[in-house]
Protein backbone atom coordinates (compact mmCIF):
# COMPACT_ATOMS: atom_id res chain seq x y z
CA UNK A 1 0.00 0.00 0.00
CA UNK A 2 1.52 3.26 -1.17
CA UNK A 3 -0.71 5.72 0.61
CA UNK A 4 -3.66 6.47 2.49
CA UNK A 5 -6.25 8.73 0.80
CA UNK A 6 -9.44 10.06 3.00
CA UNK A 7 -12.21 10.90 0.24
CA UNK A 8 -15.18 12.98 1.14
CA UNK A 9 -16.37 12.63 -2.59
CA UNK A 10 -15.89 9.16 -4.77
CA UNK A 11 -12.93 9.22 -6.00
CA UNK A 12 -9.95 7.28 -6.64
CA UNK A 13 -6.06 7.46 -6.12
CA UNK A 14 -3.69 5.40 -8.37
CA UNK A 15 -0.26 5.05 -7.87
CA UNK A 16 1.18 4.03 -11.35
CA UNK A 17 3.55 1.27 -12.58
CA UNK A 18 5.09 -0.27 -15.72
CA UNK A 19 2.23 -1.66 -18.13
CA UNK A 20 2.66 -4.82 -17.01
CA UNK A 21 2.61 -6.64 -13.64
CA UNK A 22 5.60 -9.28 -12.98
CA UNK A 23 6.89 -10.98 -9.97
CA UNK A 24 9.99 -13.56 -10.14
CA UNK A 25 10.62 -13.77 -6.41
CA UNK A 26 14.42 -12.47 -6.93
CA UNK A 27 14.73 -11.22 -3.45
CA UNK A 28 14.60 -13.60 -0.95
CA UNK A 29 13.42 -14.41 2.35
CA UNK A 30 10.42 -12.44 2.06
CA UNK A 31 7.09 -13.41 3.59
CA UNK A 32 6.51 -15.93 6.79
CA UNK A 33 9.89 -17.23 7.73
CA UNK A 34 9.70 -18.58 11.07
CA UNK A 35 6.36 -20.52 13.03
CA UNK A 36 4.20 -20.92 14.68
CA UNK A 37 1.84 -18.09 14.37
CA UNK A 38 -0.39 -16.83 17.11
CA UNK A 39 -3.32 -15.77 14.86
CA UNK A 40 -3.78 -15.80 11.24
CA UNK A 41 -2.32 -12.07 10.79
CA UNK A 42 1.29 -13.16 9.11
CA UNK A 43 2.79 -10.37 11.44
CA UNK A 44 1.77 -12.90 14.36
CA UNK A 45 4.13 -14.98 13.21
CA UNK A 46 7.65 -15.76 14.94
CA UNK A 47 9.43 -13.92 11.79
CA UNK A 48 8.07 -12.23 8.79
CA UNK A 49 9.49 -9.72 6.59
CA UNK A 50 6.72 -8.09 3.76
CA UNK A 51 9.52 -5.31 3.63
CA UNK A 52 9.47 -3.64 -0.04
CA UNK A 53 6.85 -6.90 -1.38
CA UNK A 54 3.62 -5.86 -2.95
CA UNK A 55 2.02 -8.96 -2.18
CA UNK A 56 0.57 -10.33 0.94
CA UNK A 57 -0.17 -13.96 2.39
CA UNK A 58 -3.76 -15.29 3.79
CA UNK A 59 -5.57 -18.40 4.90
CA UNK A 60 -5.24 -20.61 8.11
CA UNK A 61 -1.94 -20.22 9.75
CA UNK A 62 -2.50 -23.00 12.34
CA UNK A 63 -1.10 -25.37 10.11
CA UNK A 64 2.37 -23.64 10.34
CA UNK A 65 4.37 -26.05 13.25
CA UNK A 66 7.36 -25.48 14.84
CA UNK A 67 9.19 -28.54 15.23
CA UNK A 68 12.19 -29.35 16.65
CA UNK A 69 14.80 -27.91 14.13
CA UNK A 70 12.36 -27.68 11.55
CA UNK A 71 9.92 -24.68 11.55
CA UNK A 72 7.56 -24.48 8.90
CA UNK A 73 7.83 -21.49 6.93
CA UNK A 74 5.89 -19.79 3.53
CA UNK A 75 8.42 -17.20 1.69
CA UNK A 76 10.58 -16.42 -1.08
CA UNK A 77 13.54 -18.45 -1.59
CA UNK A 78 16.18 -19.62 -4.31
CA UNK A 79 14.10 -16.98 -6.70
CA UNK A 80 10.74 -18.76 -6.25
CA UNK A 81 8.02 -18.37 -3.70
CA UNK A 82 8.06 -21.87 -1.68
CA UNK A 83 7.54 -23.46 1.98
CA UNK A 84 9.85 -25.28 4.04
CA UNK A 85 7.71 -27.94 5.96
CA UNK A 86 4.25 -29.17 5.46
CA UNK A 87 1.62 -25.94 5.54
CA UNK A 88 -1.04 -28.39 6.73
CA UNK A 89 -4.29 -26.24 5.89
CA UNK A 90 -5.04 -24.13 3.10
CA UNK A 91 -2.03 -20.83 2.23
CA UNK A 92 -2.44 -18.51 -0.15
CA UNK A 93 0.13 -15.75 -1.68
CA UNK A 94 -2.04 -13.41 -2.38
CA UNK A 95 -1.12 -10.79 -5.60
CA UNK A 96 -1.96 -6.99 -5.28
CA UNK A 97 -5.25 -5.79 -6.94
CA UNK A 98 -4.25 -4.36 -10.39
CA UNK A 99 -6.17 -2.17 -12.62
CA UNK A 100 -6.85 -3.48 -16.12
CA UNK A 101 -9.75 -1.02 -17.39
CA UNK A 102 -7.84 0.54 -20.54
CA UNK A 103 -6.95 -3.22 -21.37
CA UNK A 104 -9.84 -3.71 -23.33
CA UNK A 105 -11.25 -7.49 -23.59
CA UNK A 106 -8.46 -9.53 -23.94
CA UNK A 107 -6.54 -9.43 -20.31
CA UNK A 108 -4.94 -12.71 -19.82
CA UNK A 109 -1.93 -13.98 -17.09
CA UNK A 110 0.18 -16.96 -16.83
CA UNK A 111 2.83 -18.21 -13.63
CA UNK A 112 5.18 -21.15 -13.92
CA UNK A 113 4.13 -23.82 -10.33
CA UNK A 114 6.06 -27.27 -9.60
CA UNK A 115 4.88 -29.53 -6.83
CA UNK A 116 6.74 -32.42 -5.39
CA UNK A 117 5.20 -35.72 -3.63
CA UNK A 118 1.49 -34.45 -3.79
CA UNK A 119 -0.95 -37.44 -2.16
CA UNK A 120 -4.67 -37.56 -3.02
CA UNK A 121 -4.87 -34.72 0.08
CA UNK A 122 -3.03 -32.63 -1.84
CA UNK A 123 -3.62 -29.47 -4.13
CA UNK A 124 -2.62 -26.22 -5.63
CA UNK A 125 -4.81 -24.04 -7.13
CA UNK A 126 -4.42 -20.93 -9.30
CA UNK A 127 -7.26 -18.79 -8.84
CA UNK A 128 -8.33 -15.29 -9.84
CA UNK A 129 -11.12 -12.87 -9.23
CA UNK A 130 -12.52 -9.65 -11.06
CA UNK A 131 -13.92 -6.16 -10.14
CA UNK A 132 -13.27 -7.90 -6.22
CA UNK A 133 -15.48 -10.84 -7.29
CA UNK A 134 -15.84 -14.05 -5.54
CA UNK A 135 -12.44 -16.08 -6.42
CA UNK A 136 -12.26 -18.66 -9.46
CA UNK A 137 -10.03 -21.38 -10.39
CA UNK A 138 -7.54 -21.20 -13.51
CA UNK A 139 -7.70 -24.12 -15.58
CA UNK A 140 -9.42 -26.33 -13.10
CA UNK A 141 -8.32 -30.20 -13.38
CA UNK A 142 -5.24 -29.36 -16.00
CA UNK A 143 -3.67 -31.95 -13.42
CA UNK A 144 -5.94 -33.89 -11.44
CA UNK A 145 -9.96 -34.46 -11.60
CA UNK A 146 -11.84 -31.42 -11.15
CA UNK A 147 -12.16 -28.57 -8.21
CA UNK A 148 -8.31 -27.93 -7.72
CA UNK A 149 -5.81 -26.57 -10.90
CA UNK A 150 -3.37 -29.55 -9.14
CA UNK A 151 -4.28 -32.40 -7.06
CA UNK A 152 -3.05 -35.88 -5.85
CA UNK A 153 -0.68 -35.84 -8.97
CA UNK A 154 2.40 -36.95 -7.03
CA UNK A 155 5.76 -34.84 -8.72
CA UNK A 156 5.72 -32.61 -11.70
CA UNK A 157 6.06 -28.71 -12.89
CA UNK A 158 3.73 -26.49 -15.08
CA UNK A 159 4.17 -23.62 -16.98
CA UNK A 160 2.27 -20.33 -18.21
CA UNK A 161 -0.61 -21.68 -15.51
CA UNK A 162 -3.38 -19.18 -16.06
CA UNK A 163 -6.13 -17.35 -18.26
CA UNK A 164 -5.32 -16.47 -21.70
CA UNK A 165 -7.19 -13.72 -22.88
CA UNK A 166 -10.39 -13.07 -22.58
CA UNK A 167 -10.50 -11.57 -19.42
CA UNK A 168 -11.95 -7.69 -19.11
CA UNK A 169 -12.99 -5.57 -15.60
CA UNK A 170 -11.71 -3.16 -13.84
CA UNK A 171 -9.25 -4.81 -11.61
CA UNK A 172 -7.95 -8.11 -11.39
CA UNK A 173 -6.03 -9.85 -8.92
CA UNK A 174 -4.39 -12.95 -8.64
CA UNK A 175 -3.24 -15.27 -5.87
CA UNK A 176 -1.80 -19.00 -5.75
CA UNK A 177 -3.52 -21.87 -2.60
CA UNK A 178 -1.76 -24.58 -1.75
CA UNK A 179 -2.54 -27.60 1.26
CA UNK A 180 -0.39 -30.67 2.00
CA UNK A 181 0.82 -32.36 5.08
CA UNK A 182 4.35 -34.08 4.64
CA UNK A 183 7.53 -32.28 5.30
CA UNK A 184 8.50 -34.65 2.24
CA UNK A 185 5.76 -32.62 0.12
CA UNK A 186 6.40 -28.98 -1.41
CA UNK A 187 6.05 -26.27 -4.01
CA UNK A 188 7.11 -23.57 -5.93
CA UNK A 189 5.27 -20.22 -7.28
CA UNK A 190 7.58 -18.43 -9.77
CA UNK A 191 7.34 -15.88 -13.12
CA UNK A 192 3.67 -14.64 -11.87
CA UNK A 193 2.68 -12.27 -15.12
CA UNK A 194 -0.04 -9.90 -16.22
CA UNK A 195 1.54 -8.84 -19.60
CA UNK A 196 0.13 -6.21 -22.22
CA UNK A 197 -2.16 -4.74 -19.74
CA UNK A 198 -1.64 -1.09 -18.30
CA UNK A 199 -1.28 -1.94 -14.47
CA UNK A 200 -1.78 -0.07 -11.32
CA UNK A 201 -1.57 -0.78 -7.67
CA UNK A 202 -4.32 0.84 -5.55
CA UNK A 203 -4.04 1.90 -2.24
CA UNK A 204 -5.85 1.78 1.17
CA UNK A 205 -8.92 4.21 -0.08
CA UNK A 206 -10.29 5.84 3.48
CA UNK A 207 -14.08 6.84 2.30
CA UNK A 208 -15.19 7.66 5.38
CA UNK A 209 -13.69 8.67 9.20
CA UNK A 210 -16.20 10.25 11.39
CA UNK A 211 -16.17 10.34 15.61
CA UNK A 212 -19.48 10.89 17.89
CA UNK A 213 -20.74 11.25 21.60
CA UNK A 214 -22.21 8.07 22.75
CA UNK A 215 -24.25 9.12 26.40
CA UNK A 216 -21.57 11.61 27.32
CA UNK A 217 -19.83 9.00 28.36
CA UNK A 218 -17.73 7.31 25.84
CA UNK A 219 -17.05 8.07 22.07
CA UNK A 220 -17.72 6.03 19.05
CA UNK A 221 -15.21 6.30 16.10
CA UNK A 222 -16.27 4.68 12.84
CA UNK A 223 -14.28 4.50 9.05
CA UNK A 224 -14.77 2.89 6.37
CA UNK A 225 -12.54 1.86 3.21
CA UNK A 226 -13.32 1.04 -0.56
CA UNK A 227 -10.07 -1.06 -1.01
CA UNK A 228 -7.10 -2.30 0.85
CA UNK A 229 -3.47 -3.23 -0.02
CA UNK A 230 -1.59 -5.18 2.22
CA UNK A 231 -2.47 -3.60 5.17
CA UNK A 232 -1.31 -5.46 8.82
CA UNK A 233 -3.92 -2.75 10.84
CA UNK A 234 -4.82 0.60 12.22
CA UNK A 235 -3.49 2.88 15.37
CA UNK A 236 -6.43 4.99 16.90
CA UNK A 237 -4.68 8.04 18.26
CA UNK A 238 -6.06 10.66 20.35
CA UNK A 239 -4.91 13.84 21.73
CA UNK A 240 -6.12 17.11 24.11
CA UNK A 241 -4.36 19.93 21.63
CA UNK A 242 -4.43 18.24 18.47
CA UNK A 243 -0.15 17.90 18.45
CA UNK A 244 0.64 15.28 21.16
CA UNK A 245 -1.37 12.32 20.14
CA UNK A 246 -0.85 9.13 22.32
CA UNK A 247 -2.20 5.16 20.63
CA UNK A 248 -5.77 4.31 22.36
CA UNK A 249 -6.11 0.95 20.49
CA UNK A 250 -5.64 -0.73 17.24
CA UNK A 251 -8.14 -2.52 14.82
CA UNK A 252 -7.27 -5.15 12.69
CA UNK A 253 -6.93 -4.83 8.54
CA UNK A 254 -7.87 -6.73 5.83
CA UNK A 255 -4.72 -7.35 4.35
CA UNK A 256 -5.85 -6.83 0.46
CA UNK A 257 -9.08 -6.11 -0.10
CA UNK A 258 -11.15 -4.60 -3.11
CA UNK A 259 -14.66 -4.30 -1.46
CA UNK A 260 -16.01 -1.85 1.20
CA UNK A 261 -14.90 -2.73 4.76
CA UNK A 262 -16.45 -0.95 7.95
CA UNK A 263 -14.57 -0.12 11.33
CA UNK A 264 -15.03 0.90 14.79
CA UNK A 265 -13.51 1.52 17.76
CA UNK A 266 -15.25 3.36 21.30
CA UNK A 267 -13.21 5.26 23.37
CA UNK A 268 -14.19 4.70 26.55
CA UNK A 269 -11.89 7.86 28.37
CA UNK A 270 -12.17 10.65 26.47
CA UNK A 271 -11.36 13.86 28.21
CA UNK A 272 -13.79 16.53 28.88
CA UNK A 273 -13.34 18.83 26.45
CA UNK A 274 -12.13 18.81 23.07
CA UNK A 275 -11.21 15.68 21.58
CA UNK A 276 -9.31 15.13 18.45
CA UNK A 277 -8.74 11.89 16.72
CA UNK A 278 -6.70 9.87 14.10
CA UNK A 279 -5.48 6.88 12.27
CA UNK A 280 -1.96 5.64 11.55
CA UNK A 281 -2.50 3.19 8.81
CA UNK A 282 0.13 0.69 9.19
CA UNK A 283 1.62 -2.07 5.91
CA UNK A 284 2.73 -5.26 6.67
CA UNK A 285 6.44 -4.16 5.62
CA UNK A 286 6.08 -0.99 8.66
CA UNK A 287 5.02 2.07 6.24
CA UNK A 288 2.44 4.10 7.60
CA UNK A 289 0.07 6.76 6.31
CA UNK A 290 -1.48 9.20 8.94
CA UNK A 291 -5.59 10.08 7.96
CA UNK A 292 -6.85 13.57 8.87
CA UNK A 293 -7.39 15.06 11.72
CA UNK A 294 -10.99 15.22 13.21
CA UNK A 295 -12.14 16.71 16.38
CA UNK A 296 -14.94 16.27 18.53
CA UNK A 297 -16.21 17.96 21.99
CA UNK A 298 -16.94 15.87 24.53
CA UNK A 299 -19.03 17.27 27.95
CA UNK A 300 -17.46 15.13 30.02
CA UNK A 301 -19.21 12.77 33.19
CA UNK A 302 -22.90 12.85 33.93
CA UNK A 303 -23.47 14.58 37.37
CA UNK A 304 -22.30 12.04 40.37
CA UNK A 305 -20.59 9.43 38.06
CA UNK A 306 -16.09 8.48 38.97
CA UNK A 307 -14.78 6.57 36.18
CA UNK A 308 -11.69 4.41 36.67
CA UNK A 309 -9.29 3.27 34.67
CA UNK A 310 -7.67 0.43 34.11
CA UNK A 311 -9.27 -2.19 36.01
CA UNK A 312 -8.19 -4.61 36.48
CA UNK A 313 -4.37 -2.52 37.31
CA UNK A 314 -1.30 -3.23 37.60
CA UNK A 315 0.21 -0.55 39.49
CA UNK A 316 -1.48 2.69 38.88
CA UNK A 317 -5.29 3.80 38.36
CA UNK A 318 -6.63 6.60 37.05
CA UNK A 319 -10.16 8.26 38.42
CA UNK A 320 -12.07 10.85 36.38
CA UNK A 321 -14.34 12.91 37.95
CA UNK A 322 -17.56 15.10 36.99
CA UNK A 323 -16.08 18.54 38.05
CA UNK A 324 -17.43 20.11 41.41
CA UNK A 325 -17.57 23.88 39.77
CA UNK A 326 -19.74 26.68 41.94
CA UNK A 327 -19.46 24.80 44.96
CA UNK A 328 -17.62 27.68 47.42
CA UNK A 329 -18.92 24.92 50.44
CA UNK A 330 -17.11 22.22 49.73
CA UNK A 331 -13.98 22.42 47.89
CA UNK A 332 -12.54 19.09 49.01
CA UNK A 333 -12.72 15.34 47.59
CA UNK A 334 -11.98 12.64 49.51
CA UNK A 335 -11.11 9.19 48.44
CA UNK A 336 -10.75 5.75 50.64
CA UNK A 337 -9.73 2.22 49.52
CA UNK A 338 -10.69 -0.57 51.83
CA UNK A 339 -9.87 -4.07 51.67
CA UNK A 340 -13.30 -6.20 51.27
CA UNK A 341 -13.89 -6.61 54.94
CA UNK A 342 -14.13 -3.09 55.40
CA UNK A 343 -10.80 -2.20 56.47
CA UNK A 344 -9.52 1.11 55.19
CA UNK A 345 -6.04 1.08 53.97
CA UNK A 346 -5.29 4.40 52.61
CA UNK A 347 -7.20 8.26 52.20
CA UNK A 348 -6.85 10.88 50.28
CA UNK A 349 -8.04 14.73 49.73
CA UNK A 350 -8.44 16.50 46.41
CA UNK A 351 -9.70 19.83 45.31
CA UNK A 352 -13.51 19.09 44.16
CA UNK A 353 -13.07 20.28 40.53
CA UNK A 354 -10.34 18.66 40.03
CA UNK A 355 -11.31 16.70 36.78
CA UNK A 356 -8.53 13.28 37.28
CA UNK A 357 -6.48 11.36 39.90
CA UNK A 358 -3.86 9.11 39.60
CA UNK A 359 -3.47 6.85 42.28
CA UNK A 360 -0.42 5.14 42.58
CA UNK A 361 -1.42 1.42 44.23
CA UNK A 362 1.68 -0.70 43.49
CA UNK A 363 2.57 -1.12 46.91
CA UNK A 364 -1.20 -3.74 47.46
CA UNK A 365 -1.24 -7.05 46.84
CA UNK A 366 -2.72 -9.04 44.46
CA UNK A 367 -6.48 -8.82 44.60
CA UNK A 368 -9.97 -7.18 45.18
CA UNK A 369 -10.58 -3.44 46.99
CA UNK A 370 -13.32 -0.91 47.05
CA UNK A 371 -12.76 2.95 46.15
CA UNK A 372 -15.05 5.16 48.01
CA UNK A 373 -15.66 8.96 47.08
CA UNK A 374 -17.57 11.74 48.00
CA UNK A 375 -17.74 15.53 48.26
CA UNK A 376 -19.23 17.04 51.60
CA UNK A 377 -22.58 15.91 52.59
CA UNK A 378 -22.99 14.46 49.00
CA UNK A 379 -23.96 10.19 48.23
CA UNK A 380 -20.81 8.23 48.30
CA UNK A 381 -19.94 6.20 45.19
CA UNK A 382 -18.16 2.78 45.95
CA UNK A 383 -16.63 0.93 43.11
CA UNK A 384 -15.07 -2.29 43.28
CA UNK A 385 -11.46 -2.21 41.50
CA UNK A 386 -8.79 -5.45 40.79
CA UNK A 387 -5.25 -5.52 41.14
CA UNK A 388 -3.67 -7.76 38.88
Request: proline share 3%; charged share 20%.
Amino acid sequence: MKQLVLLFVLLTTFNFVNAQYSETFDTAEKGILTSPCTTNDPTSCVSFDFTGVDWTIEGDLSGLDALPSLEDDFKTSGGVFTSAGDVDEELCWVGPILDISTAGSDVDFNCDVSYTGFDASDFLDVEYRIDGGAWQIAQEGLIGPAGHTISGAGTGSSNDVGITGGLSGSTLQIRVCVDFNSQTENFTLDNVNVPDANVMLLPVTLVDFSAKPIANQEVMLEWVTASELNNSHFEIQRSSNGVDFTVIGEAEGRGTVEEITYYDFVDAMPYAGINYYRLKQIDFDGKFEYSEVIPIEFDGLPKGEVRISPNPFENTVVLEFETETGNDFYSTRFIELFDLYGKRIQVWQIQADAAIKTLDLSHLSSGAYILRTQVGSQSSINQRIVKL
